[in-house]
């Protein structure tokens, strides 16, 4: 009887050692499932959980890599386990993706699954090895199984998936062994992927300027986007190379603009709009002035034709959609210190300071106007439109620049900004830096 109760008591003290390390919690998982199994990571390595529904696709990747992700700001790649594992998988266009974002020896993978449990907390001591009854997936990728509540888990190795030992690399150079599959770095150098990665970076970037300045890109001003890109990069990664406010996109969009906007032209740059110009003109000049807001840029563009062609008849349209602006500018007087030397000689004082003479004067006319309505307008010799299009919607873009080739007379001269250009056989460019320039062809 003694050695009954012996036992019984041996037994009791087993069972509360088992109930003490299943208390004992020094090991968390998150918990998922793949095909009707249930597995688990270690919490350790699990950034974050996502949804998400567009990847960039990666030319010439695995089949189990669905392409990159924008994760606010880093472009990581997106491996799907359920094709990583040839394990069975039900697709459906137009659903959001469920996605573990594991953290890898200072890498970044998102892993799509079919669901995300829970977090399961558990002792270390009562994960058993694993074993080839779990054969669906390659037993080298599986750190051991666990029993919790009733629920049998499979901890994946997650290390072991996404890195590669010497003896891995060698024998996948190679015709790989069933069940393996070599998952690549994101910092491995495939050309494709890091065009991806960049056009991914730049969609994001072009949204964030429409959004927040209006800044439409277009074959107007995508070499521009592209070079100013490269140079945003510069010291940048992650997050911050994104666009995340209105201060940042004006950051972006600083070497954008033509010089000299919204002041008068300077001495340099008028020169270089002097040489543009033909040396000969027609006794009438018609010139288009888009976007002319106060008037500095009209004002400055008056005393350059009014120096180049004195005997000509020259008749402005200056429009803008800021009435205040544009209501302003007829009447406004300056300090002869901030007037440039080229337009002193059309200057008159007056009891409140400078103004432009009478000539100069008449020679504009200043109206509020909505450029993308109807334009009604003579053929015109010039149209000065400088970093005007890239902030109207691509439609609007292209059905400007339709109505600037009705308009323009042959060999007439349209102004651009200094970073958009014109395509097209009609168009041949007369640019002289800092002058976006072309020459119509009817």
Same mark, same amino acid.
Request: glycine letters at 6%.
């Given at each position: 009887?003694?050695?009954?109760?012996?036992?019984?008591?041996?037994?009791?003290?087993?069972?509360?050692?088992?109930?003490?390390?299943?208390?004992?919690?020094?090991?968390?998982?998150?918990?998922?499932? +793949?095909?009707?199994?249930?597995?688990?990571?270690?919490?350790?390595?699990?950034?974050?959980?996502?949804?998400?529904?567009?990847?960039?696709?990666?030319?010439?990747?695995?089949?189990?890599?669905?392409?990159?992700?924008?994760?606010?700001?880093?472009?990581?790649?997106?491996?799907?386990?359920?094709?990583?594992?040839?394990?069975?998988?039900?697709?459906?266009?137009?659903?959001?993706?469920?996605?573990?974002?594991?953290?890898?020896?200072?890498?970044?993978?998102?892993?799509?699954?079919?669901?995300?449990?829970?977090?399961?907390?558990?002792?270390?001591?009562?994960?058993?090895?694993?074993?080839?009854?779990?054969?669906?997936?390659?037993?080298?990728?599986?750190?051991?199984?666990?029993?919790?509540?009733?629920?049998?888990?499979?901890?994946?190795?997650?290390?072991?998936?996404?890195?590669?030992?010497?003896?891995?690399?060698?024998?996948?150079?190679?015709?790989?062994?069933?069940?393996?599959?070599?998952?690549?770095?994101?910092?491995?150098?495939?050309?494709?992927?890091?065009?991806?990665?960049?056009?991914?970076?730049?969609?994001?970037?072009?949204?964030?300027?429409?959004?927040?300045?209006?800044?439409?890109?277009?074959?107007?001003?995508?070499?521009?986007?592209?070079?100013?890109?490269?140079?945003?990069?510069?010291?940048?990664?992650?997050?911050?190379?994104?666009?995340?406010?209105?201060?940042?996109?004006?950051?972006?969009? !600083?070497?954008?603009?033509?010089?000299?906007?919204?002041?008068?032209?300077?001495?340099?740059?008028?020169?270089?709009?002097?040489?543009? +110009?033909?040396?000969?003109?027609?006794?009438?000049?018609?010139?288009?002035?888009?976007?002319?807001?106060?008037?500095?840029?009209?004002?400055?563009?008056?005393?350059?034709?009014?120096?180049?062609?004195?005997?000509?008849?020259?008749?402005?349209?200056?429009?803008?959609?800021?009435?205040?602006?544009?209501?302003?500018?007829?009447?406004?007087?300056?300090? /002869?210190?901030?007037?440039?030397?080229?337009?002193?000689?059309?200057?008159?004082?007056?009891?409140?300071?400078?103004?432009?003479?009478?000539?100069?004067?008449?020679?504009?006319?200043?109206?509020?106007?909505?450029?993308?309505?109807?334009?009604?307008?003579?053929?015109? !010799?010039?149209?000065?439109?400088?970093?005007?299009?890239?902030? +109207?919607?691509?439609?609007?873009?292209?059905? /400007?620049?339709?109505?600037?080739?009705?308009? +323009?007379?042959?060999?007439?001269?349209?102004?651009?900004?200094?970073?958009?250009?014109?395509?097209?056989?009609?168009?041949?460019?007369?640019?002289?830096?800092?002058?976006?320039?072309?020459?119509?062809?009817?």
């Amino acid at each position: 009887m003694a050695a009954v109760i012996k036992d019984l008591a041996q037994v009791n003290a087993e069972l509360q050692q088992q109930k003490e390390r299943v208390d004992n919690v020094n090991f968390k998982m998150v918990t998922f499932s +793949l095909s009707g199994k249930d597995y688990g990571v270690d919490i350790m390595n699990v950034k974050e959980i996502a949804k998400a529904d567009k990847f960039t696709y990666v030319p010439n990747a695995a089949s189990y890599v669905r392409g990159v992700y924008n994760l606010r700001g880093d472009i990581i790649p997106i491996i799907d386990l359920r094709q990583f594992f040839h394990l069975p998988m039900d697709h459906k266009k137009d659903n959001l993706e469920n996605m573990l974002i594991l953290h890898i020896n200072d890498q970044v993978y998102g892993t799509i699954v079919d669901k995300i449990d829970k977090v399961v907390g558990i002792n270390k001591e009562t994960i058993q090895p694993p074993h080839p009854i779990f054969g669906d997936i390659n037993i080298k990728y599986i750190s051991g199984v666990v029993e919790k509540s009733g629920d049998l888990y499979i901890i994946l190795d997650v290390i072991r998936i996404f890195t590669v030992s010497d003896d891995d690399k060698k024998s996948r150079s190679g015709v790989a062994e069933a069940g393996e599959f070599y998952v690549p770095p994101p910092s491995a150098d495939t050309a494709a992927a890091q065009r991806a990665a960049a056009d991914t970076a730049i969609g994001f970037i072009q949204e964030s300027l429409s959004a927040l300045r209006r800044f439409v890109v277009t074959g107007l001003n995508a070499k521009w986007l592209q070079k100013r890109f490269g140079e945003w990069g510069i010291g940048r990664s992650g997050e911050a190379l994104q666009i995340r406010s209105a201060s940042e996109a004006d950051e972006f969009l !600083d070497t954008f603009y033509s010089p000299n906007s919204g002041v008068f032209w300077s001495e340099a740059y008028a020169h270089s709009i002097m040489k543009l +110009l033909p040396e000969n003109s027609p006794a009438n000049l018609n010139v288009w002035n888009i976007g002319c807001g106060k008037g500095y840029e009209t004002y400055s563009f008056a005393c350059i034709l009014k120096s180049k062609y004195p005997g000509a008849r020259i008749k402005i349209w200056a429009n803008d959609n800021d009435i205040m602006a544009v209501s302003a500018a007829p009447n406004m007087v300056f300090d /002869m210190e901030e007037v440039p030397d080229f337009c002193r000689a059309y200057m008159v004082r007056g009891q409140s300071g400078y103004s432009f003479d009478q000539t100069i004067k008449d020679s504009i006319v200043f109206e509020f106007h909505d450029v993308s309505h109807e334009n009604p307008l003579p053929d015109l !010799d010039i149209i000065l439109v400088r970093d005007v299009l890239s902030f +109207l919607p691509e439609s609007d873009q292209a059905k /400007m620049i339709t109505d600037f080739s009705e308009k +323009l007379k042959d060999r007439g001269i349209i102004i651009m900004g200094r970073n958009e250009e014109l395509n097209g056989v009609i168009w041949q460019s007369i640019a002289d830096d800092p002058v976006s320039a072309y020459m119509h062809s009817s």
